[in-house]
């Protein structure tokens, strides 16, 4: 059964009803097999980025203990959690692989290719400004590499194949939190631009534009609308005076009718909430603090090196930013069944 692609946006700051549980993997098999979905494509921050800052210039890495303590034989991989993240529960429950790698990975393998890659890079953000503070991907560039991927795909299977492969895809964006704390909260450049609720908006405006660009390069390879699409989302988002509630969802800001009809929103923020308020519905016992040292400070190069708690099951955050494997694998949950109602719809 053909479909359009589906974009998954994790939306730290969006409105949305929220859902507990675990996934029904074999469910989210036969769905996704009946309605022909191919292949997941990241993009976004630390909460999806594989290990693709280990390939880059930036000290921004979590390729190093305690990071990786619980995922598969031990090992870090540039995850900056103790485990899989969301866009691995999602992937498994599609029935592709139990970890996505990164795209700048040096030993991609096909089967990576035809199953999807992540972009993401950890420390970037919708404000392209917060990518550069980093030396980080930002999301034009993750967008350019995604170019790559699709020209690696067409010389593996073809023209014909890797544009249907392509189009039945579901694209997952992910990130917002760092365009606060490393760069509204830290840099004297947009509070001089904007006050806060100014600022939001702005982030709220690229997000929308961001999900549109995601959508339309998975279904067009026209050069002239990939550069205008681009060039059209940083620093000119629509809408950036515009009260964020306004709209009834972040997508009907720039909002296309055929693009939202598209697109599934995920309130990460709403799930923690959930979480921090109701720890034992989801088997938690910490909710205060992180795993790795303190809890309270430590992430990136000052967790390094640190002893952790017993059981990061329990935990809702790994570090002092971070969320755990376990509280990954709930916000994946969520995700499946923003991807189920697009499917269903």
Partial sequence: MARRAVVL???????????????????????????????????????VDPGNN???????????????????????????????????????????????????????????????VSFASAASGYDELTA?????????????YFREYKMRLRQMVGGRKAESIIKNAVAVLSMGTNDFLQNYYLEPIRPKQYTLEEYQNYLASCMSEDVKICWFLILTDDAKSWNYKISGSWGACPGLYAPYQDSNE??????????????????????????????????????????????????????????????ASKYIFWD???PTERMYEIIAGQAIESLRKQLMA
Avoid: W
């Avoid at 859902?19 to 036969?30: M, R, Y």
């Avoid at 031990?74 to 992937?91: C, H, K, Q």
């Avoid at 550069?132 to 350019?144: I, M």
């Fill in 9 to 47: 946006a994790l939306a730290l700051a969006a409105v949305m009803p929220l859902l507990s549980g675990g996934l029904d993997n074999q469910q989210v098999k036969l769905l996704a097999a009946k309605f022909n979905v191919t292949c997941v494509v990241v993009f976004g921050d630390s909460s």
């Fill in 54 to 116: 280990n390939y880059i210039a930036t000290p921004m890495k979590g390729n190093f203990f305690p990071y990786g303590k619980d995922f598969f034989r031990g090992r870090p991989t540039g995850r900056f959690s103790n485990g899989r993240l969301a866009t691995d529960f999602i992937a498994e429950a599609l029935g592709y692989s139990k970890a996505i790698r990164p795209f700048l990975h040096k030993r991609l393998r096909p089967v990576d290719i035809l199953h999807g």
């Fill in 132 to 144: 550069n503070l980093s030396n980080v991907l930002p999301l034009s560039k993750q967008l350019e």
């Fill in 250 to 311: 972040p997508g009907n800001m720039c909002g296309e009718e055929n693009v939202r009809d598209e697109i599934g929103y995920v309130d990460a923020y709403g799930i923690f909430q959930d979480a921090v308020n109701n720890p034992e519905k989801h088997g938690l016992i910490e909710t205060s603090k992180g795993c790795c040292g303190t809890g309270t400070v430590e992430y990136g190069d000052t967790c390094k090196g640190m002893s952790t708690c017993a059981d």
């Fill in 320 to 322: 002092a930013v971070h």
